[in-house]
Structure formats: C-alpha cells, structure tokens
C-alpha cells in the first residue's frame, strides 16, 4: 500500500468519526442538556467545517498538482481550526469542554488519525 492510499484510508476513517460526532452534537439541538454545547457546534461544524472537510477531499484526492508542499502547510493549519477548538477552550469555560469522556475519545481519534494521515503523505506532497 502506497502511503498516500494508507494516508487517505486514514482520512476517510478519521472523517468518519469527525462526521459522526458532529451528526451526535447536532442531534442535541433543544436538549437543556447540551443546549450552549450543541449551538456552539451548530455553528462552528455544520457550517465553516464541512466546507474546510470538502477542500481538504479536493487536495488528497484531486489532480496531483494540488499536492504541494505550500498546500500541506494549509491542511497543517486547516487540521488546527479542525481540532484545537476541542480542547484550547476547555480551561477557561466548561461549555467549551467535551460533556463526557466518550467524546473525549472521539475527538482524540478524529485528531489523531487525520493528522496522522497528513504526517504519512508528507512526501506526496511534491
């Protein structure tokens, strides 16, 4: 397996989870529960992240003249928007924080694989 096919497989696994939590935190719209957490999410994933998710699909998996080393840059920094909100909020505002340690986990895989998978296609991107 070529690393940039094990680096895609990566993404769409790591997609997969950042896919499923949002549908989760979405589906607790109306819930007193999650109520602050969840319009948080709302607003943050269902609107700026999808479109940063399609133009991170565009560059692994479109012409091989987008895989540059200025464009993996931007998927470095893409990544951060993606996963630094999960847990740089935390600290100062609890409704910032993941509500329980299964989202936790979550959000630990999401990073964890989509990160890893830019690391492994490093040298693909020419």
Known sequence: MSKLTLS???LLI?????LGSMGL???HIGD????IHSWYHFFREATSNLIL????YLIYFGSTTWRTPTSWKFLFVIFAAFFLPYWIGAPFNEAL????????I???LQAGLMYSSLLIAHSEFK
Do not use: E
């Open 106 to 108: 979550t959000h630990i």
């Open 32 to 35: 007193p529960h999650y109520k």
């Open 53 to 56: 998710l399609a133009m991170v």
């Open 8 to 10: 895609r497989l990566l």
């Open 14 to 18: 790591g997609s997969i989870f950042f």
């Open 97 to 104: 924080s993941a509500p329980h340690f299964r989202a936790v």
């Open 25 to 27: 935190t979405l589906s």
